[in-house]
């Protein structure tokens, strides 16, 4: 699977958009883009993926790159219960191998300040 | 709760004993995933599972970890003899199962909020 790339922390205030990025350049043509999200004491929540278009749902969109190299995580209006560890992983969805593997970085820390 | 159970949520054990923690995954979903987390570390993954057959266990320890799902019942990860090192949260996701095509391959994996084990 592609290494992804995420800052270690971002700070957002209450209410405005949080956008957080994530590089993967080595990403191949068969890849998708998902991201998950942790909370503290909590296990990893699925928010969205995709796999070239923009994808959004009633938690974040997600916008890719044309080129594919890196993608943006879009949570619009974040509150407190957004403060979480954010992970930009990239797989394989189809076919043989491993490819059900995750494989969690350190993704990055969003703190959600009032 | 149509999520994920995972149980229990906080284990306890001494050096020595056996622990064995338990996941039933969503309704409807036939694969299940183990992963261990390790304090400031990110989730490793350990085992892979369907009904009865295990597909893949490159991520478990080679000695004293085994998993299995049986065909009634949930998943259940057993360490026997647990040392201080096994002191982690565990978490279990499930999946839909792949498709003759591959249809349901995209599909994301759902985690349970994991079991705390300590090892005194």
């Known amino acids: 699977d592609a290494k992804t790339t995420q800052p270690t922390s971002m700070d957002c205030a209450e209410g405005r958009a949080a956008n957080l990025p994530c590089n993967h350049s080595?990403?191949?043509?068969?890849?998708?883009v998902y991201w998950y999200r942790q909370i503290h004491s909590q296990g990893p929540q699925y928010i969205i993926h995709g796999l070239k278009n923009n994808e959004t749902n009633e938690m974040a969109s997600l916008i890719i790159t044309e080129d594919r190299k890196s993608s943006t995580l879009i949570l619009p209006h974040a509150t407190l219960r957004d403060t979480a560890v954010y992970y930009c992983?990239?797989?394989?969805?189809?076919?043989?191998?491993?490819?059900?593997?995750?494989?969690f970085g350190k993704g990055t820390l969003l703190t959600v300040n009032p | 709760n149509a999520g994920v159970m995972q149980n229990p949520r906080h284990l306890v054990r001494r050096r020595g004993q056996e622990a064995r923690l338990r996941c039933s995954p969503m309704?409807?979903?036939?694969?299940v995933y183990w992963y261990r987390q390790l304090p400031e570390e990110g989730l490793k993954f350990m085992v892979y599972?369907?009904?009865?057959?295990?597909?893949?266990e490159s991520g478990m320890p080679k000695e004293r970890f085994s998993a299995e799902f049986p065909k009634e019942g949930p998943s259940i990860l057993r360490i026997q003899q647990v040392v201080r090192g096994d002191s982690a949260a565990y978490f279990c996701a499930s999946s839909p199962g792949q498709g003759v095509l591959g249809e349901y391959g995209n599909q994301p994996q759902h985690f349970g909020d994991g079991t705390r084990l300590s090892i005194l």
């Open positions: 309704k409807g979903h036939s694969h």
């Open positions: 992983i990239v797989r394989v969805a189809s076919g043989g191998g491993s490819n059900y593997k995750l494989t």
């Open positions: 080595t990403i191949s043509g068969n890849e998708y």
């Open positions: 599972l369907q009904k009865e057959n295990i597909i893949d």
